[in-house]
């Protein structure tokens, strides 16, 4: 069983850039495919991005493309968010997840291991 723990998390103004870690243990990261999702304030469980296990596909919700970037670094055994270009509509806990390999989707009850999060607070 994966234990997933975030890192990176912090208030950082508007426009700014932050890089959000997942440190995988107890289980090989490239065995999963994973994802980032993010709690709101509003209390909205929202999809941010995705990667297939193997590292060639991945998949970004529409308010974040070109903005965010996903990336595994199998040798650490870490998954990483890059966020450019933040803004307080950005602000959430960040959180990611893993699934089964070809398993990823936008939707939550898909995945079944999860990290206990990391808050970004966007300030104007």
Do not use: H
């Amino acid at each position: 069983q994966v234990q997933l723990v975030e890192s990176g998390g912090r208030l950082v103004q508007a426009g700014g850039s932050l890089r959000l870690s997942c440190a995988a243990s107890g289980g090989i990261i490239g065995q999963y495919d994973m994802a980032w999702f993010r709690r709101t304030p509003a209390n909205e469980r929202e999809f941010v991005a995705s990667i297939r296990w193997i590292g060639d596909i991945t998949y970004y919700a529409d308010s974040v493309k070109g903005r965010f970037t996903i990336s595994v670094d199998n040798a650490k055994n870490t998954l990483f968010l890059q966020m450019n270009s933040l803004s307080p509509e950005d602000t959430a806990v960040y959180y990611c997840a893993a699934t089964g390999r070809d398993r990823a989707t936008s939707q939550p009850l898909n995945y079944y291991y999860w990290g206990p999060g990391t808050q970004v607070t966007v300030s104007s």
